[in-house]
């Protein structure tokens, strides 16, 4: 998904799979990865930090932004997404598709890759 001015987005969905209504307030931690050695992470972004309600089954979502990359250069492939929801500390590996502009390839930096808060606006 591609979002205006050049910049590219990811909606990731977080489901409460447990048997009682969990609340989160905060901000993901998102790691990005190339699936080998090179890992970076996402900054918070300034968007409002909600607290959302989630009944067994029901999700809520967050946004990643990240530069699109339309500078003619190959720039740098993420491949892989290690999400933490807020307050925990058990992590999931989602599969990702993300080429962001670089300076380096050999080390690519964060470079405008932030996160919303869980339920913030997209």
């Known amino acids: 998904m591609h ?6 987005q990811e909606i990731v969905s977080l489901t409460n799979s447990g048997s009682s209504t969990c609340t989160m307030h905060g901000f993901p931690g998102v790691d990005l990865s190339n ?10 972004s ?11 089954g029901e999700k809520t979502e967050f946004v990643l932004n990240y530069p699109f990359n339309n500078s ?9 997404l290690i999400v933490t929801p807020p307050n925990e ?6 599969s990702a598709s993300i080429n962001v ?3 380096n390839p050999d080390q690519p930096s964060n470079g405008g890759i932030t ?4 339920g913030a606006g997209k």
């Open 35 to 44: 699936g080998s050695d090179t890992t970076v992470s996402a900054d918070r």
């Open 3 to 8: 979002g205006i001015s050049g910049e590219g």
């Open 46 to 56: 300034n968007s409002d930090v909600p607290t959302v309600k989630l009944a067994p």
């Open 101 to 103: 502009p670089v300076d």
């Open 115 to 118: 996160v919303n808060a869980v």
């Open 72 to 80: 003619g250069g190959t720039g740098f492939t993420f491949t892989t």
């Open 89 to 94: 500390t058990h992590s999931k590996t989602l």
